[in-house]
Nanobody, 125 residues
């Protein structure tokens, strides 16, 4: 089993920044990738960013290109999502996810086995 705990959400004005953290514990040696998804009220869960376990490859949705970055600290089993130039449309609950197998499509929620509880990000205009 793997446990994921997100932190770092909050309320920020448009143009501001937040850094989300996802700390993994348990059988982390079995993981092959980590991802971030988000879900706004009334909308489906949306892929945001992902990174493979070595950190050599990252994948992102076009809407966050140039504004968000993903990184990891393997020594601490933690993945970060740095979010800059935030927009009101980035408002959502952000979820961390972990995959046991290398995802064929990093953007598919069903490629991930473990999920965190989510952290709220609210961007005011």
């Amino acid at each position: 089993q793997v446990q994921l705990v997100e932190s770092g959400g909050g309320v920020v004005q448009a143009g501001g920044s937040l850094r989300l953290s996802c700390a993994a514990s348990g059988r982390t040696f079995s993981l092959k990738a980590m991802g971030w998804f988000r879900q706004a009220p009334g909308k489906e869960r949306e892929f945001v960013f992902a990174i493979n376990w070595s950190g050599a490859y990252t994948y992102n949705t076009p809407s966050v290109e140039g504004r968000f970055t993903i990184s990891r600290d393997n020594a601490k089993n933690t993945v970060f999502l740095q979010m800059n130039s935030l927009k009101p449309e980035d408002t959502a609950v952000y979820y961390c996810a972990a995959a046991l197998n290398p995802p064929g499509d990093y953007g598919r929620p069903d490629a991930y086995t473990y999920w965190g509880q989510g952290t709220q990000v609210t961007v005011s205009s």
